[in-house]
């Protein structure tokens, strides 16, 4: 048997995105296959996944790290943030050479109609894999207690015959999710039998060293900002003109208009903050963070002591969080590995 420093990067460790819209289900999916309440889950639309965090489990005999992302209607973040983190981690994943099985889009069924956020955030979905990842991408719809079956079907078929068309006849899955462990696993299991992938985003950033304004999802975000923009302005424009032509006016009023100028202002000058994060070279800033971060402790001769799976953990790590729910699956994988050391003292040394 080989040991683990001549295994394929493929058998020490992948990942698997897992996307969707605020509370279509990405925590609940995820906690249900780590058999633990390691992601906090949303009671609401509140989306409760600030940032990305990647969550180890166990599939078989197989380690991956999922990754929880916020989903593009985001309560608290605008989607050039978002799309920014997740291109971070899936540039960080390319340089480490951790292999990506695939991508599990979550969707609730019990949605009556798909729009707004739901046709936003699938159009930016879309543009981030690419199609030639679609055959590693898996579309699953959520929440079916709550709806009849033959209601749920229905729907399932529209989003067949509709909505997610395109995917599917470009080798996209269609699969449910049934709310247990089984389901959950029995959804990864079909990504990790299959080879690893490169998305549309990955290829764009790292190879063709595109900044991300210049990517397809990137270009799209960007076009939705110029638009934002634009729209603001114009708020901001007739806000002058009504306080020019109006003489005399309510303190109550005034002070209405003033908010409302206000935070206008600063909506325009966040959309002005987005436009040049779409413009950083991502890929560039990730290889430069970890080659720093690999100069650092060969300098002190650390690098060649830490085995190849902690040190790919620790490399995702940088650019993701880990709930500390996964301590004991971390603790397990790297005591494999023969790391003494506790989960929280490694990252601190790493």
């Not at 109609?113 to 991408?137: D, E, H, P, W």
């Not at 799209?220 to 009504?242: G, I, P, R, T």
């Amino acid at each position: 048997m080989s040991s683990p420093s001549e295994q394929p990067l493929e058998d020490v460790l992948s990942m698997v995105l897992v996307m969707g819209v605020t509370g279509s289900g990405k925590s609940y999916f995820i906690n249900k296959l780590a058999n633990s309440e390691v992601t906090r889950e949303g009671a609401n639309l509140e989306s409760c996944t600030i940032d990305c965090l990647a969550v180890p489990v166990n599939i078989g005999r197989s380690k991956a790290l999922l990754i929880d992302t916020p989903g593009f209607d985001d309560s608290n973040r605008t989607d050039s943030e978002i799309l920014t983190q997740i291109s971070r981690v899936l540039a960080a994943q390319y340089e480490a050479g951790v292999s990506l099985k695939g991508v599990i889009y979550l969707h609730r069924i019990t949605d009556t109609r798909y729009q707004g956020a739901s046709v936003k955030t699938l159009n930016i979905f879309r543009k981030i894999c690419g199609q030639m990842a679609l055959k590693n991408v898996l579309l699953v719809t959520t929440r079916w207690h709550e709806v009849d079956e033959a209601l749920g079907a229905n729907r399932e078929n529209e989003l067949r015959q509709k909505f997610w068309a395109y995917m599917l006849n470009n080798g996209s899955t269609m699969k449910r999710f049934y709310g247990d462990k089984d389901s959950a696993t029995a959804i990864t299991s079909q990504l990790m039998s299959k080879r690893g992938i490169v998305l549309e985003i990955q290829r764009e950033l790292v190879v063709e060293r595109k900044t991300l304004n210049q990517t397809v999802a990137g270009s799209f975000v960007s076009e939705d900002l110029s638009e934002l923009k634009k729209d603001l302005q114009q708020q901001l424009n007739d806000l002058d003109v009504e306080r020019q032509h109006l003489r005399e006016i309510d303190r109550a009023a005034k002070r209405q208009m003033q908010k409302d100028k206000e935070r206008d202002e600063l909506r325009i000058a966040r959309a002005k903050e987005d436009e040049v994060r779409l413009r950083r070279d991502i890929a560039a800033e990730v290889r430069q963070e970890i080659e720093q971060k690999k100069e650092v402790k060969k300098s002190s001769n650390i690098w060649r002591t830490i085995p190849l799976l902690p040190s790919l953990v620790g490399i995702i790590e940088m650019f993701v969080g880990i709930p500390s729910g996964s301590t004991n699956t971390l603790s397990s994988w790297f005591s494999e590995s023969g790391i003494g050391q506790s989960v929280s003292d490694f990252f601190q040394n790493f």
